[in-house]
């Protein structure tokens, strides 16, 4: 028998440490108290024949004081149950110290490793991650309920973010850039009027950035469209300094130097500025041609020139041009720009040429998109978390100014391991999990309820969320679907073939795969109907997540093969990336999840094929026509897609056969 200890090791079970514990409790209590040898014998006797092969330290400790109390030996079993209380508050102390000493002497390799894109050798950054030491500490020990914690640590489910859950701060967002350009906005208690030109309105831009990152966690998403009247503005602006008359040369020369200084002053303010979380500001840049926009024609000059400029890079310390790595970009493929004759395809082929280069920008379907969001096309909320729809009190659906309270998800192979591949067992222990999953974010949610906006005035004071007075609650933006509030969820393929022992792209697979997401979904709007608040299922969790789950089982349950044997589990829906079918098949699967998870969805492709394409225009209609959202990566292990023949060393038949086979 293996006894699986607090922080997840698996050890060989032990007599005599449980002889020793009650030895202990013995000697508080009255001789005519005490266990004798004999009662000691039968405990472990009992525990040994309950025959399982795994047993947690918690649920030996609970067996033991249970039999001493059938002994009638109940001030023992006080005395017991008081020892346990104590050893446990013991482990609650100073848990912090180790972490964060380790972080010092930059030995602790969890922080070093845990992919936030900080620095953690900097001061800054070690400030940073030193408060949020202390915050998963009190968060553990004070602030979540204790079967919460325990979940998060069995790898039950994972509270996302707990180093920062101690402050009343949220996850991502959408900001409400064209309000705070237009109308003026206040940062550092000084105002800043809307710009008189493009280039100061990216200004303007980057440090409105720069601070909205310092006062929440998640990534924050600004749509570029709002910038294109300012472009407007210059032009105007050049007119009058040459008397109004110039030539339409002269104009477009001065307009393109505007163009070029703004968009080069955003991408370095970007990549320079560091918030005080320790990092450059998570910013997605949302490129969408509107053809009802007024100033479409502009915003198409400002695009070409992100475009452009991201192609070349910025340079290194030591000179070297490499690609920056924000603000990461968002091109949405519309009818006007889908390579079928569309009055911009000039830009998706420059976007095209970026990816190749650069795995930037990725692209939206705003056909998909439309079909999936009630006619509606908007920015994710930083890379991946979208927004549900959402009509505000005028009946007009409104993206920007929302936000995310937070996210918990759920690990899906684990159940599957304990149902023991039975699928009543898997969907029975499902409810019981998502359960817990429903009290963990309802915790996100009542610890933002009653912030007052002095907390963050940029976001509810000066405009990025709301124009609120000082002191004024926002609680009004935590109800009635404003904002959401995520379930993320892990290895849909992991949970399939441990279940009906196929992958989730085979037909039988696909279509318990399909039920386990609709369920989730359901499940999802049951609580919101039931609560009105926003919660929605998100189709996308990151790697740590993933990493840590396979980890925890590995550790618990062992190999199994198809599940507990690589890395990491696969995120969501998504086909593993072991799968051996080609790209155009693995769209197509992916996007039959994409109404089921409308709080985020996503599919990925390496971008290094992009410039093999010898039909672009089949690759950008694929796209529109199917993917949602599609990202591009450095590699993945499946096949090439368009399947193109390789040359065969040998002289046999097999070297007309497609890649992909």
């Not at 204790?146 to 973010?161: N, R, T």
């Not at 000059?301 to 490499?322: F, N, P, S, T, V």
């Not at 209609?621 to 368009?642: A, C, G, I, R």
């Amino acid at each position: 028998m293996k006894v699986i200890k607090r922080d997840g090791r698996v050890v060989d079970f032990n007599r005599e440490k449980i002889a020793i514990a009650i030895e202990k409790a013995n000697q508080e209590v009255t001789e005519k108290e005490r266990a004798d040898k004999q009662d000691i014998k039968d405990i472990i006797k009992y525990i040994e024949s309950l025959d399982k092969k795994r047993i947690l330290v918690e649920d030996v400790q609970d067996i033991i004081e249970e039999q001493l109390m059938d002994k009638k030996k109940f001030k023992l079993a006080k005395k017991y149950m008081i020892y346990r209380y104590n050893r446990a508050l013991v482990r609650k102390k100073n848990t912090t110290d180790e972490s964060i000493l380790g972080l010092i002497k930059n030995q602790n390799m969890e922080m070093l490793e845990d992919g936030t894109r900080k620095n953690a050798v900097l001061a800054s950054s070690q400030r940073d991650y030193i408060a949020g030491e202390v915050s998963k500490d009190l968060t553990k020990r004070l602030l979540l309920p204790e079967k919460i914690v325990k979940a998060h640590e069995e790898g039950v489910l994972y509270f996302h973010d707990m180093d920062y859950f101690l402050q009343p701060i949220f996850n991502s967002s959408v900001i409400n850039i064209g309000d705070m350009l237009d109308n003026g906005t206040v940062i550092n208690g000084k105002l800043i009027d809307s710009p008189k030109s493009f280039r100061v309105a990216c200004t303007v831009l980057a440090q409105i950035l720069a601070t909205v990152a310092s006062t929440q966690y998640g990534g924050q998403s600004v749509d570029i469209s709002h910038l294109g009247k300012y472009v407007r503005k210059s032009y105007e602006k050049f007119k009058e300094e040459f008397g109004g008359m110039p030539s339409k040369e002269i104009l477009d020369k001065k307009i393109k130097e505007e163009v070029t200084s703004g968009v080069q002053t955003l991408q370095y303010q970007i990549n320079t500025l560091m918030t005080t979380n320790g990092r450059s500001p998570l910013v997605s840049l949302f490129m969408y041609l509107r053809e009802d926009d007024e100033y479409i024609k502009e915003n198409a000059l400002i695009i070409e020139e992100i475009l452009k400029q991201r192609i070349k890079g910025m340079k290194d310390a030591e000179g070297k041009y490499i690609n920056p790595e924000f603000p990461k970009l968002i091109y949405v493929i519309d009818e006007n720009n889908c390579l079928n004759g569309g009055k911009y395809d000039c830009l998706t082929h420059l976007a095209l040429e970026c990816v190749n280069k650069t795995q930037e920008p990725s692209f939206i379907s705003a056909k998909k998109m439309r079909e999936n969001y009630s006619g509606n096309v908007f920015s994710p909320m930083g890379f991946r978390s979208f927004l549900t729809p959402w009509k505000d009190e005028n009946g007009t659906y409104k993206f920007e100014g929302r936000f995310n309270q937070g996210i918990v998800s759920i690990n899906l192979p684990q159940i599957a391991i304990v149902a023991d591949g039975d699928e009543d067992k898997f969907f029975s222990l499902l409810d019981e999990r998502l359960e817990l999953c429903h009290e963990a974010l309802l915790c996100r949610h009542y610890a933002l309820l009653g912030t007052v906006s002095d907390t963050s005035p940029i976001h509810w004071i000066y405009g990025a969320i709301a124009h609120l007075k000082s002191g004024e609650k926002i609680d009004k933006y935590l109800k009635d679907g404003c904002s959401t509030i995520s379930l993320g969820y892990v290895g849909v393929y992991e949970a399939t073939m441990m279940v009906k022992e196929v992958s989730n792209t085979e037909p039988e697979g696909k279509e318990f795969a399909i039920k386990i997401v609709k369920h989730l979904k359901e499940t999802v709007e049951k609580w919101k109907k039931a609560s009105g608040l926003g919660f929605c299922l998100y189709g996308e969790t990151s790697q740590k997540v993933c990493k840590t789950f396979e980890r925890i089982d590995k550790e618990r349950f062992g190999v199994i093969k198809n599940v507990t044997d690589k890395e990491k589990y696969t995120s969501s829906y998504h086909a593993s990336e072991g799968e051996k079918i080609d790209y155009k098949e693995k769209l197509a699967f992916e996007s039959v999840f994409q109404k089921l998870s409308l709080g985020g969805v996503v599919s990925q492709i390496p971008s290094e094929y992009i410039g093999e394409l010898s039909d672009k225009e089949e690759f950008i209609k694929f796209v529109y026509d199917n993917v949602q959202y599609l990202e591009f990566t450095k590699e993945l292990d499946v096949p090439h897609w368009p399947p193109n023949p390789v040359p065969c060393p040998l002289s046999c038949r097999c070297c007309s056969a497609p890649r992909s086979q």
